[in-house]
């Protein structure tokens, strides 16, 4: 179950990251609404799953996630620019997430 609510936090932080940029600095109400509810969404999910997850693969997978969903919904929805690096890099933050809940779970 924690996995889920995990899963669902990440949701949360892309759509509030996500929403941050349509908001247009705050100018816009109904993607403003979006920060609010995806990032108050976001960090109450964590907080429960924090209950039976160790802080390093839970934020590990949040914050490592969170940044791939937010570069390819840029990508997505607001045709910002999806380079060979930024594809690089987005696979070395997931290679990262993988290796911190790895050694966790080794530990």
């Known amino acids: 179950m924690a996995w889920l609510l995990l899963l669902l936090a990440i949701g949360a932080e892309v759509f509030g990251t996500l929403s941050l940029k349509?908001?247009?600095?705050f100018s816009r109400l109904w993607?403003?609404?979006g920060v609010v509810v995806g990032?108050?969404?976001a960090f109450t999910l964590l907080a429960f799953v924090l209950r039976t997850v160790?802080?390093?693969?839970?934020y590990a997978l949040w914050a490592g996630v969170g940044t791939a969903g937010a570069a390819i919904g840029g990508w997505l929805i607001f045709s910002e620019r999806l380079t060979w690096i930024t594809i690089v890099g987005i696979a070395i933050v997931i290679i990262?997430?993988?290796f911190i809940t790895?050694?966790?779970a080794r530990a």
Not at 22 to 25: E, I, L, P, R
Not at 54 to 58: I, N, S
């Open 31 to 33: 993607p403003s609404l």
């Open 39 to 41: 990032y108050a969404a």
């Open 102 to 104: 790895l050694g966790e």
């Open 54 to 58: 160790g802080v390093g693969p839970a």
């Open 22 to 25: 349509a908001s247009d600095g």
């Open 96 to 98: 990262g997430v993988v």
